[in-house]
């Protein structure tokens, strides 16, 4: 029976894949696709329509070059002989499912929950266009998988360096009323980096905010303006709030006894010896 072109292309796909793919630790098999399960703690939830069409007709005329990775499935700690959940690689499940396909090349790993995140998270993060949310609770759940795990770590897996990992953690700590629609906004880590560096004054964040949103700014703009407003922040030292100490002071000066007049006076007198030498020195 003659093979059809794209019957060619996708026997050729194979005979790549596996040249490139079959070794003993990373045997290539191909699986029924309907034995192939998404992972539910997948860290992406959605995908689009559009790319998953695009992908689709890729892969009616390529076949998928890239395996999936997967392990046995389990149900409690009891494998489901014959079916297997989905590591890395969703994406392409689905497309696979629009173009039709009986079967799909698979990589079989025996992975347990925690490094199954772990994979999961880095497939998407290099092949996927993740959200800067998404991002961050992947990252959280590494953390709360890998307890103890120092930062360095987890942000070496990910290519990420630790300031940028604690950035897109810190995105998680938003205010709600900002979270929810910074999400929504699909926001990247500089925005979130701007508001955060704005998380002492929540009005001017929420300001800022409304300006990324109202104006379309860009994360590199985000930043600028916030730097700007701290720019114009005065300056604290040590003596910042004394005016609200003496303010207090004089509001309660009637009610003081005559030996409390008495000790604050000698205090104070202390205190413009001691402020007028500093002044000299400025």
């Known amino acids: 029976m003659t093979r059809t072109k794209n019957e060619e292309r996708q026997a050729q796909a194979r005979e790549i894949i596996k040249l490139i793919h079959d070794t003993p630790k990373n045997e290539l098999v191909y699986l029924e696709i309907i034995n192939v399960k ?11 329509e559009g790319g998953i069409r695009e992908l689709a007709n890729s892969i009616k005329e390529r076949g998928v070059i890239e395996p999936l990775i997967v392990r046995e499935l389990k149900e409690g700690e009891k494998i489901k002989e014959g079916e297997y959940e989905i590591v890395a690689g969703e994406r392409r499940w689905h497309a696979a499912q629009v173009a039709e396909l009986k079967e799909i090349p698979c990589i079989i790993r025996d992975l347990n929950d925690d490094e199954v995140v772990v994979e999961g ?8 266009d993740l959200t800067a949310i998404e991002i961050a609770k992947g990252i959280k759940e590494v ?6 795990a120092p930062l360095e770590e987890i942000g070496k897996k990910l290519g990420f360096s630790k300031t940028r990992v604690i950035r897109y953690l810190n995105i998680l700590r938003l205010p709600e009323e900002i979270f929810n629609d910074f999400g929504q906004a699909a926001l990247n880590e500089k925005h979130g980096r701007a508001l955060n560096m704005l998380k002492g004054n929540k009005k001017v964040q929420k300001d800022l ?5 109202n104006q379309r700014l860009t994360g590199d703009k985000a930043v600028e303006n916030a730097r700007e407003y701290l720019d114009h922040l005065p300056v604290k030292t040590a003596v910042t709030g004394v005016d609200k100490k003496l303010e207090s002071i004089e509001k309660k000066f009637d009610k003081l006894k005559s030996r409390e007049k008495a000790q604050l006076k000698s205090e104070l007198k202390e ?3 001691r402020a007028k030498s500093l002044f000299e020195k400025l």
């Open 38 to 48: 998404p992972n539910p703690n997948q860290v992406r939830k959605e995908f689009k």
């Open 121 to 128: 998270l880095i497939e998407n993060l290099q092949r996927e």
């Open 143 to 148: 953390k709360q998988r890998c307890p103890g």
């Open 209 to 213: 905010f409304d300006e990324i949103i």
């Open 271 to 273: 205190i413009i010896k």
